[in-house]
T-cell receptor, first 114, second 115 residues
Framework: KNQVEQSPQSLIILEGKNCTLQ??????????LRWYKQDTGRGPVSLTI?????NTKSNGRYTATLDADTKQSSLHITASQLSDSASYIC?????????????FGRGTQLTVWP | SAVISQKPSRDICQRGTSLTIQCQVD?????MFWYRQQPGQSLTLIAT?????????ESGFVIDKFPISRPNLTFSTLTVSNMSPEDSSIYLC????????????FGEGSRLTVL
């Protein structure tokens, strides 16, 4: 069964600290993996998209890694800011040239405290 | 990128009524989708809105309950019919560019509460 599991479910960190969010998937065949940030009351916004051949991709203070062999991904946030408080959603696609079928994780709710 | 406007942003409705959500995109897009996001749950695809033809529904979702229109390449509507409290959720419109690996953009969502 194709699934995307995220951990932890929620996380609280102090402003300025780093954190890492995890995503494990069983989706096969694998096409790409995406991380989205969803602020409360807003729609998800794309942070990164990684294909099979990419094992790391950065977007500012966000760095995503992908290990296609172990089917794991992580999102590392450096020097956290209050504005990083949001839900982070991992999404895996099973096909390439079009969007394919997307499998969504439940998200990790990150809270950054001053 | 694509800018997506959804209306209404939130609404409170009575059981048994229907509500239509509108999705307007600032450019022509090939793919438009409707998702549901229930509290604490992952996003669930309701249907793909096809321009000029009937929408393609996912398992568990039917046209009588969630009729969808897509009259052109920039606009779509989702109606939630005969609502019950179980329909309380966030409904999201999204669009895809169609180019590999395929960027997916989301609207701000419509938060629906059914009493």
């Amino acid at each position: 069964k194709n699934q995307v599991e995220q951990s932890p479910q929620s996380l609280i960190i102090l402003e300025g600290k780093n954190c890492t969010l995890q995503c494990n998937y069983t989706v096969s065949p694998f096409s790409n993996l995406r991380w989205y940030k969803q602020d409360t009351g807003r729609g998800p916004v794309s942070l990164t998209i990684m294909t099979f051949s990419e094992n790391t991709k950065s977007n500012g203070r966000y760095t995503a890694t992908l290990d296609a062999d172990t089917k794991q991904s992580s999102l590392h946030i450096t020097a956290s800011q209050l504005s990083d408080s949001a839900s982070y959603i991992c999404v895996v696609s099973d096909r390439g040239s079009t969007l394919g079928r997307l499998y969504f994780g439940r998200g990790t709710q990150l809270t950054v405290w001053p | 990128s694509a800018v997506i406007s959804q209306k209404p942003s939130r609404d409170i409705c009575q059981r048994g009524t229907s509500l239509t959500i509108q999705c307007q995109v600032d450019s022509q897009v090939t793919m438009m989708f409707w998702y549901r996001q229930q509290p604490g749950q992952s996003l669930t695809l309701i249907a793909t809105a096809n321009q000029g033809s009937e929408a393609t529904y996912e398992s568990g979702f039917v046209i009588d309950k969630f009729p969808i229109s897509r009259p052109n390449l920039t606009f779509s509507t989702l109606t939630v019919s005969n609502m019950s409290p179980e329909d309380s959720s966030i409904y999201l419109c999204s669009v895809g560019t169609g180019q590999a690996p395929g960027e997916l953009f989301f609207g701000e969502g419509s938060r629906l509460t059914v009493l």
